[in-house]
């Protein structure tokens, strides 16, 4: 594991070298405007994959998270 994580280094490191350069030109607004949509776009996608989503009806997973559900009626008029 370790050896095949060595032989794919430079490989790692020209990857992370375009995710800064294109957060450089996304921060610094060089890009173009339909470019930083796409990417900003492909960034968020990326971001909400795999992300555990919890419902009213899973309490044991809100209080686990230190959420307390409560319920409030809502008020008449």
Wanted: proline share 4%.
């Amino acid at each position: 594991m370790v050896r095949r994580y060595a032989e794919r280094m430079p490989q790692l490191q020209a990857q992370e070298a375009l995710r800064l350069s294109a957060a450089m030109a996304l921060g610094s607004g060089t890009m173009k405007k339909g470019a930083a949509q796409s990417l900003r776009s492909e960034w968020m996608k990326a971001a909400r994959e795999g992300r555990e989503r919890v419902t009213e009806k899973e309490p044991q997973k809100l209080a686990a998270m230190g959420i307390r559900l409560q319920k409030v009626r809502p008020k008449n008029g």
